[in-house]
């Protein structure tokens, strides 16, 4: 039986984070670039809408606040999630949360705090489970002696804390980084990225300052520690082994090179690459990539091969032959062809019976899933398609019945409308204002309709 040989290639994830002071134009020098993930706090004016162009790279989550979170293309819809706040957003993927958080900047003085409450994310994330996996990232606008250089400290840094302690947080971003950066003033450590420690080592790790103009704060990069294979996109093509040409594949494994000396590790690391290739090479000369949703009853039928492929496609070409051209003798072609066809289908659905009945023999969990297909099905008739059961609102019990479904599907699509009886009442025309109009014809405009007049 032909295999495939796969390896996996570990890839870094790439988060860059950025408070962009408001600037749609920062954003936007960001949306081509290669990056996973990217977290942007204050993006636009207050009251404009992030850009997310169709064109560019990335899917944008965004709550409507000032954090944004961006997630490049080219991980499939599939493989991640999302929630969108007011001034947090987050992405899961890979089993790790990835926020971008916005915390507005807290009243300095008692008095402020009590006429102004100081809302903040944080203060909704300590009241969530503590998460497996987390990478908060934003500017959090929070001064404190762990982070800052002067020493400097303000109200909310101990919730912060109190948060990482929660969760099992570490901050990465090195003491004392400028990610603020004033003119004639002293610069602040303002933006931070706070990462799970698993037995107390980070899973990312601080890359450095971004290479990106336009805002006072200064562009941040992180990487993830763990090794990551994207997720495979279910609607890729991928190789359709059934219809594999075993016979060619035969004649090519035959001129396949042999290795040289194998003593070292990196010899043998060069022989199995070259074996990839060469098996990559095959592969890709004698078996077709299924197509994105293959239809039903046809290539997605476990029994149909090679063999099976070849005879359907010659009964097509007799098909539209015939349909060319219709004469007696392309019409015996097409009927050959077909019963061809059928022929070689049965025996491959034969085939394929008789091997699910010899693992069945060898396998105690399929002969039992054999027997409940005997006793169960084996004796019935072909189902009928069936429409699923339906829901009439949400938390209310599925309806599975004929009539049920019948009164879910008449509601919904022809819903009953009762119209006002002030407006039934009414006589016609009383809705409407009278419209003047004058029927009588003066001399005046007689006159003038002349003199409009051509001769």
């Known amino acids: 039986m032909w295999r495939w040989l796969a390896r996996t290639y570990p890839a870094k994830i790439r988060i860059l984070y950025w408070n962009l002071n408001k600037d749609s134009n920062n954003c936007r020098q960001l949306l081509r670039s290669d990056f996973d993930i990217l977290a942007f706090q204050e993006p636009t004016a207050q009251g404009n809408y992030p850009p997310c162009p169709k064109a560019c790279n990335f899917h944008m989550i965004y709550g409507g606040g000032r954090a944004v979170i961006y997630i490049h293309k080219r991980h499939p819809l599939a493989s991640w999630t999302f ?201 890709e000369d004698t078996t077709p990539k299924r197509g994105r949703n293959p239809p039903k009853g046809g290539p997605s039928e476990k029994y149909w091969n090679y063999e099976v492929n070849r005879a359907s496609k010659a009964s097509k070409r007799a098909r539209k032959a015939w349909e060319r051209r219709p004469t007696p003798a392309r019409w015996e072609a097409f009927r050959e062809a077909q019963n061809a066809f059928n022929k070689t289908r049965k025996q491959a659905s034969q085939a394929l019976w008789r091997r699910g009945v010899q693992e069945a023999s060898q396998n105690p969990k399929k002969l039992w899933t054999l027997e409940r297909w005997a006793r169960l099905r084996s004796h019935a008739p072909p189902e009928a398609p069936k429409m699923p059961s339906l829901r ?53 405009n007689i006159s003038n309709i002349l003199r409009s007049t051509s001769p």
């Open 83 to 283: 929630e969108a706040h007011k001034d947090y957003c987050k992405v899961t993927l890979n089993g790790t949360d990835f926020y971008s958080i916005y915390s507005p900047i807290p009243p300095p003085t008692r008095r402020a705090r009590l006429a102004t409450p100081w809302i903040s994310p944080i203060h909704s994330l300590a009241e969530l489970e503590r998460p497996n996996k987390a990478i908060l990232m934003g500017d959090f606008n929070l001064h404190h002696p762990l982070w800052d250089l002067f020493d400097r400290e303000t109200y909310g840094a101990e919730a912060l804390l109190q948060l990482a302690e929660d969760w099992g947080l570490q901050l990465i971003t090195p003491y004392g980084t400028p990610t603020r950066r004033f003119q004639g003033q002293r610069n602040s450590t303002l933006d931070h990225a706070w990462v799970s420690a698993p037995n107390g080592a980070p899973i990312a790790t601080y890359e450095g300052e971004g290479d990106y103009e336009g805002s006072d704060h200064r562009p941040q990069i992180i990487a993830l520690n763990d090794d990551y294979t994207p997720s495979q996109d279910p609607q890729e093509q991928r190789f359709s082994w059934g219809l594999m040409d075993e016979k060619a594949i035969e004649n090519a494994a035959k001129h396949l090179s042999r290795p040289g000396s194998l003593a070292t590790p990196e010899a043998i690391d060069e022989a199995v690459d070259q074996l990839i290739r060469e098996l990559t090479v095959i592969a």
């Open 392 to 444: 009439p609102g949400e938390g209310l019990p599925l309806e599975g019945t004929y009539a049920a479904k019948a009164r879910i599907l008449a509601a919904r699509f022809f819903p009953i409308v009762t119209p006002n009886p002030d407006l039934l009442n009414s006589p016609p025309g009383a809705s409407k204002p009278p419209f003047p109009f004058e029927y009588g014809v003066t001399a005046s």
